[in-house]
């Protein structure tokens, strides 16, 4: 069952020594197996990042605690050393503060995306470059994704100068959906820079989750039946509106019928609902879903009739652009607008005659090169062909064929997706493909109050002070 991993001989030559992040869950776990059965050097690495919440029985069972049990019983199975970062720290400075503020905005983040980005493969790396500097070629990850690399070119060390920085500037490495769909995570990718994801590999990006079970089975992994796990990483078992609240507290407002403008009742502050949200409104004749927020109103707006095509939405504005490759994809001839193919909807990300598959395979194979960066083989990406862009709103298996259009600074853009999509909510990444390869994302921007309702609701609407103390609410009632 360990036939899907590459020998050493197709880096050179030369074995790997890879520092391999390891969740105690069953991925990471095969991907530690697939590399150590290829024969390369691997230190594999917990990161802690538990914060204490001041929540009634958060720690009677603590996922984490277990989550690093798991993760020693995988490296005693493996013989494999394990090393335990702390980044407590800088996973509150970077992810959780962020997540509170934009959450305080009206907006829903995706606080696991930032955890890859800043955490992972951003003060993790800081670390390996402040305390083993030199030591490791490549950080392995258990995500489902796949790479192409450019040829024949690999770092001495993690930060040589004749490796990623070097490759990053010529040729960059190109992010590409995994082999099994439905588990893709190039979603959760597409906010690396081009630094980072020239120092990755991804040994399980080209298998479906079946045969990891497999994988992990035969090579008798103490973790091979356990599930996945789910939700934002941070928080185990708090609930997210007792999070919220024990950072935000409560800013009393209305909530109001989108169609009529009648008072339902009153909600314990924007900041607890997100659009497209059903359960936790207290209202009765249901069932209600929020269909919009004035944030600074304060008004929570629901409908019954949410999946009406009225309430549809195919364009949306989007910004706070973040590009794999260093810089926005190319445009067409008006230098704004990027298609779905058709006539001048081309996309500047062909290959040089060398190519940019990994480490020594080449763009032309048809072979698979499945091995210790996992994924699909270049023959499945080709780059010469007319583009075809994809927008994914949210991780999952969904994306849809769109049009982007730049603002003239480039700092924002329009997106018309080809079908319409309830559950658009400001502050969720869109990720952006070119067919299969990811080309990196932006951030779903705020769709301005609409007029007619402001005025129309002006009675409904409340404001705070600076220090968030409500000014005027109106008695709740019809």
């Not at 040089?352 to 395979?361: F, V």
Request: proline share 3%; net charge negative; charged share 25%.
């Amino acid at each position: 069952m360990l036939r899907f991993c590459e020998p050493p001989a197709l880096n050179g030559g030369r074995k790997l020594k890879v520092a391999v992040l390891l969740s105690g869950g069953v991925d990471s776990s095969v991907a530690l197996t697939l590399l150590k059965a290829a024969g390369h050097d691997c230190v594999a690495f917990y990161l802690q990042i538990w914060f204490v919440e001041d929540f009634r029985n958060t720690w009677d069972a603590c996922p984490w605690e277990d989550d690093l049990n798991v993760a020693r019983g995988v490296c005693e199975h493996l013989d494999v050393p394990l090393e335990v970062v702390p980044l407590t720290n800088q996973y509150w400075d970077l992810v959780v503060k962020h997540s509170i503020e934009q959450i305080s905005r009206g907006r829903t983040p995706n606080p696991d995306m930032l955890c890859n980005s800043r955490v992972k493969f951003g003060a993790f790396t800081d670390w390996l470059e402040t305390n083993r500097a030199g030591e490791f070629h490549r950080v392995a990850s258990g995500h489902y994704a796949a790479m192409d690399r450019v040829q024949g070119i690999l770092a001495d060390t993690l930060h040589g100068d004749d490796g990623m920085n070097g490759t990053s500037r010529r040729h960059p490495c190109r992010l590409i959906m995994s082999g099994d769909a439905r588990k893709d995570q190039t979603y959760f990718l597409a906010h690396l820079s081009q630094r980072q994801l020239a120092a990755l590999t991804f040994p399980i990006g080209g298998l479906p989750k079946t045969q990891i079970r497999e994988i992990a089975r035969s090579a008798g992994l103490p973790n091979a039946e356990r599930k996945d796990s789910q939700g934002i990483c941070f928080l185990g078992k708090v609930k997210f509106s007792e999070f919220v609240a024990e950072h935000l507290g409560e800013r009393p407002g209305a909530i109001v019928e989108l169609e009529t403008g009648t008072r339902l009742g009153t909600h314990s502050g924007f900041w607890f609902h997100t659009i497209g949200q059903r359960s936790g409104l207290g209202l009765s004749g249901g069932p209600w879903y929020v269909a919009a927020k004035d944030v600074p109103g304060n008004v929570v707006y629901v409908t019954r009739d949410y999946y009406s095509v009225d309430k549809e939405r195919n364009t949306f504005r989007v910004g706070e652009f973040s590009w794999l490759s260093g810089t926005a994809p190319a445009s067409d001839a008006d230098g704004y607008a990027l298609g779905h193919g058709g006539e001048g909807a081309r996309l500047a990300w062909a290959c040089d005659g060398d190519g940019c598959d990994d480490d020594g395979a080449t763009s032309r194979e048809t072979t698979s090169s499945r091995g210790v960066n996992g994924g699909a083989s270049a023959s499945e990406v080709d780059a010469t062909k007319t583009s075809e862009l994809y927008c994914k709103v949210r991780h999952g298996e969904n994306r849809y064929r769109c049009t982007l259009r730049f603002d003239i600074d480039g700092d924002a853009g329009t997106v018309v997706i080809e079908a319409d999509d309830q559950g658009l909510a400001a502050g969720q990444f869109a990720v952006f493909y070119d067919r299969r390869v990811c080309l990196g994302c932006g951030v779903i921007l705020e769709q301005p109050v609409r007029e007619d309702l402001a005025e129309r609701d002006v009675a409904h609407r409340t404001f705070a002070n600076t220090e968030g103390e409500v000014l005027e609410l109106e008695s709740a009632g019809a």
